[in-house]
């Protein structure tokens, strides 16, 4: 079964303006943790942001913001601001956490291309 | 302090001959995970590896692949008589032991296998 699916292959957004990426997940888990990755075409994994299920606020970190609606399970990016050097693919992965060391788990990813 | 290494970059392949891709986690990590990653695709799970134990390798096809991680040296993922569709990207990521439920993994630069 998808647990982690991202509904749209491909986005364009304008220099300075915001987007959202959307990611929705599917566990049994209560506790679980979910990331969301950044891979420009260098080809490197670079690590975002992170919300665990029991945080109670949005996580933040600059222009990123995760969109956290835990009852309909989605955990959507949002990038403000958007700036050229933004243009990648998008990631988002899952790992549940009652099963100890449990690896990620990863959509299929979102391109997003920046437009000047 | 240096990431996680992965060598070689690139990787080229006629079929039937064998792939050997080599992983070195960040100083101070003891689990490494790899992933695949086909063209336009997410990255799939392939095997978790602690040294000189396999915890995981739900994801590995159940035949030609294979993979350690030594006591000593890099963790090595193996692929034996390579054919087309064995061609991807391959990242290992690493992990201190007892993973935190907000602890990213930390991905390499990957390998890029070409089969031809």
């Known amino acids: 079964a998808q647990k982690i699916t991202q509904t749209q292959p491909g986005m364009f957004v304008q220099e300075k303006e915001a987007v959202t990426l959307d990611c929705t997940y599917d566990?049994?888990?209560?506790?679980?943790?979910l990331f969301w990755y950044k891979q420009p075409s260098s080809g490197e994994m670079i690590f975002l942001i992170y919300?665990?299920?029991?945080?109670?606020q949005n996580a933040t970190e600059g222009r990123y913001s995760l969109n956290f609606q835990k009852a309909r399970k989605s955990a959507n990016l949002v990038i403000s601001a958007s700036q050229l050097g933004d243009s990648a693919m998008y990631f988002c992965a899952m790992r549940e956490l009652n099963s100890g060391n449990t690896p990620l788990v990863f959509g299929k990813g979102t391109r997003l291309s920046v437009i000047a | 302090n240096a990431g996680v290494m992965q060598n070689p970059r690139h990787l080229v392949r006629r079929r039937g001959q064998e792939a050997r891709l080599r992983c070195s986690p960040m100083k101070g990590h003891s689990h490494v995970y790899w992933y695949r990653q086909l063209p336009e695709e997410g990255l799939k799970f392939m095997v978790y590896l602690q040294k000189e134990n396999i915890i995981d390798e739900s994801g590995m096809p159940k035949e030609r692949f294979s993979a350690e991680f030594p006591k000593e040296g890099p963790s090595i993922l193996r692929i034996q008589q390579v054919v087309r569709g064995d061609s991807a990207a391959y990242f290992c990521?690493?992990?201190?032991?007892?993973?935190?439920?907000?602890?990213?993994?930390?991905f390499g630069s990957g390998t890029q296998l070409s089969v031809l």
């Open positions: 919300q665990g299920s029991y945080d109670e």
């Open positions: 990521a690493s992990s201190p032991p007892n993973l935190r439920s907000n602890e990213k993994l930390f």
């Open positions: 566990t049994s888990d209560q506790s679980y943790g």
